[in-house]
């Protein structure tokens, strides 16, 4: 995964949340004060008023969606989606994840109500107090504030891998976060009362400078003193009843990295077909072309999808809605409508083939020209233009079947 692994636990499992289109009804919670979780350092006594975490990850483990997050600083895209479900064996007894795609790496998680549970599955790994999976290491509240410190840090915890062949420790440094309840406006978004999950890992806290952007989204900065002096490396925003809508990194100079929500495919059934990937190709004197793309189909024929193109030589850009993807071995093709920007209300098809990941790959992946016309496609047009291959990119082709 790209940054995502940077983050702390809290937050790679809260942005994986992200994947859900569906939000479950408002709820009210219990208005009698509750005793703090075991294990975990907090700033203060939960207020009544407070909202439950859960409200903030909308998360439906029978609906398939897929949203799209572009990364401004290398002009890179990565999707979150629902894959289904999975039953942690914990001898403690066993929980069923919702299990969510990050980009490559599988996150799980468990709600229970208004109790959001952290990530039971982490990438290649499950969640343990110690390596026989004798149990899961901690329950969190229900409830969250501005201004709530969440240290785990000295709680046994380990991470075992889901073959079975063994355990690695949990980091300590992945341990700490604060939270904050912030009114953002986000270029043109309006969300009110949006939780922002702060990163913290021990070291020295440096005050951040976000060159004007936080007086322009009505973000709050952590002082020293809510964070307890720790050192700030990134963050994470969920908009209320919607899901992860914005995340970034930080540095010493302040903001490094920032990655928005462009785009989502309405919710459809589980897929029997998926296909995304997205970059960069070199086409010579025409110049560097950037795209992104997601896509799924399911078994009744139902697809959704997007695409991006930028064509910075000729300055063309515009974004796409994929409604039809047909999928043929490590091939794909798609079709759909010019949504906004150059060429609106016209009609394209592309081609993408995925040659494997890593040491195991065939060849690097590529993709097609995509060509455009007045008229739609069915899915008998779709035709094989020829492929290119990607400059700095990737494309993954999945079939559930």
Request: hydrophobic content about 40%.
């Amino acid at each position: 995964m790209k940054r995502m692994s940077l983050l702390p636990l809290a937050l790679s499992v809260a942005a994986a949340l992200a994947a859900c289109e569906q939000a479950p009804e408002s709820v009210t919670g219990p208005e009698s004060e509750e005793p703090g979780p075991v294990g975990i350092a907090q700033s203060m006594i939960p207020p009544p008023a407070a909202p439950w975490l859960s409200d903030y990850f909308p998360l439906n483990p029978h609906q398939f969606g897929i949203r799209t997050y572009y990364w401004y600083d290398e002009e890179e895209y990565f999707l979150a989606m629902i894959t289904g479900t999975e039953t942690v064996p914990y001898v403690s007894g066993p929980i069923e994840a919702t299990k969510l795609l990050l980009e490559d790496e599988e996150i799980g998680l468990h709600v229970d109500g208004q109790e959001l549970w952290m990530g039971v599955i982490q990438g290649d790994y499950y969640v343990s107090q110690t390596c026989a999976m004798d149990a899961f290491p901690f329950d969190v509240a229900g409830k969250v504030w501005d201004g709530m410190f969440v240290d785990l840090t000295g709680l046994s915890a380990v991470l075992v891998n889901r073959d079975g062949s063994g355990c690695i420790p949990l980091p300590e440094n992945d341990r700490i976060t604060l939270f904050k309840i912030d009114d953002l406006n986000i270029f043109g978004e309006r969300y009110a009362n949006a939780l922002v999950l702060w990163s913290l890992e021990p070291g020295g806290f440096v005050p951040m400078d976000f060159d004007g952007l936080e007086d322009e989204w009505g973000l709050t900065l952590p002082t020293s003193d809510e964070a307890h002096g720790n050192y700030v490396d990134g963050f994470v925003i969920f908009a209320f009843h919607k899901g992860l809508v914005a995340m970034g990194e930080t540095g010493d100079d302040g903001l490094d990295d920032l990655a928005l929500l462009v785009s989502e495919v309405p919710t459809i059934s589980v897929p029997l077909h998926w296909a995304t990937g997205g970059g960069t190709i070199d086409w010579g004197n025409a110049g560097r072309v950037t795209y992104g793309f997601n896509a799924a189909v399911d078994m009744a024929g139902n697809a959704g999808g997007v695409l991006q193109f930028n064509w910075r030589n000729a300055g063309r850009k515009w974004h796409g809605a994929i409604d039809c993807l047909s999928v043929d071995g490590n091939q794909a093709y798609a079709s759909g409508t010019i949504t906004s920007g150059d060429y609106e209300g016209m009609y394209f098809t592309f081609g993408v083939e995925d040659n494997g990941e890593g040491v195991t790959a065939t060849g690097p992946d590529r993709i097609s020209t995509i060509v455009r016309r007045a008229t739609p496609w069915d899915r008998a047009d779709l035709f094989p233009s020829p492929f290119k291959e990607w400059t700095k990119g990737n494309a993954q082709i999945k079939s559930f079947r």
